[in-house]
């Protein structure tokens, strides 16, 4: 079965500082992975994804994540957090078998201080 | 225009009533889901349907009924609603690549 694991709960950082939330999962087979970016009260909207090939991917707002298959871990970076960052952040892992189902972690509250 | 929207945003209602959720993509998936937020954030898959036929079906009270009359839409009927069904329901729709398209949610509180 696959899984995810986002260890930190929170995370608080400085605006303008780099940021960087963590994210492991468990998948027998090459992986399909997913950030997302979810806003109070608000749905959760796609950051970036990787299937395949360049195991570095750029995603909207600045941010990027580096797929590591020897670690297991997506994680995902951004070198200079804005105010607007300030989120629930989610990693997921997928396959294109069983109607693309999504495993999600348990999410990473970003907090931005001034 | 909005990609995948579900109604109502909010629901507040009594235990033991039945309650229904409407969600419909304008995306031209073939997939859609409901996936179930709790109180500390956790997504989790409930459903499933490709092309109207149920594929996913996970462990879910069978008080939950989904129905989809058509690949756009794919409503949540719950009934003899609980306390523990107070949650965020959140329909998504995706394309052949995996990528999930989310609604904003429906916020229900069970009293």
């Known amino acids: 079965a696959q899984s995810v694991t986002q260890p930190d709960i929170h995370i608080t950082v400085s605006e303008g500082a780099s940021l960087e939330l963590r994210c492991n999962y468990s998948?027998?087979?090459?992986?399909?992975l997913f950030w997302y970016v979810q806003s109070p009260g608000q749905g959760l909207q796609l950051l970036l994804k990787y299937f395949s090939g360049d195991t570095l991917v750029q995603g909207i707002k600045g941010f990027e994540a580096e797929f590591k298959r020897s670690q297991s871990s997506f994680n995902l970076r951004k070198p200079s957090v804005h105010w607007s960052d300030a989120a629930e952040y989610f990693c997921?892992?997928?396959?294109?078998?069983?109607?693309?189902?999504?495993?999600f972690g348990g999410g990473t509250r970003l907090m931005v201080k001034p | 225009d909005t990609a995948v929207s579900q109604t109502p945003k909010y629901l507040v209602t009594q235990m033991g009533n039945d309650k229904s959720i409407k969600c419909e993509q304008n995306l031209g998936h073939d997939t859609m889901y409901w996936y179930k937020q709790d109180s500390k954030k956790f997504l989790k898959i409930m459903f499933s349907y490709n092309n109207k036929e149920l594929i996913i079906n996970e462990t879910v009270p069978n008080r939950f009924s989904p129905k989809s009359p058509d690949k756009a839409h794919l409503n949540l009927h719950i009934n003899s609603l609980e306390l523990g069904d107070s949650a965020v329901y959140f329909c998504?729709?995706?394309?052949?690549?995996?990528?999930?398209?989310f609604g904003e949610g429906s916020r229900l509180t069970v009293l």
């Open positions: 998504a729709s995706s394309s052949d690549t995996g990528e999930l398209f």
């Open positions: 998948y027998g087979a090459t992986p399909y």
């Open positions: 997921a892992v997928g396959n294109n078998n069983a109607g693309n189902m999504l495993t």
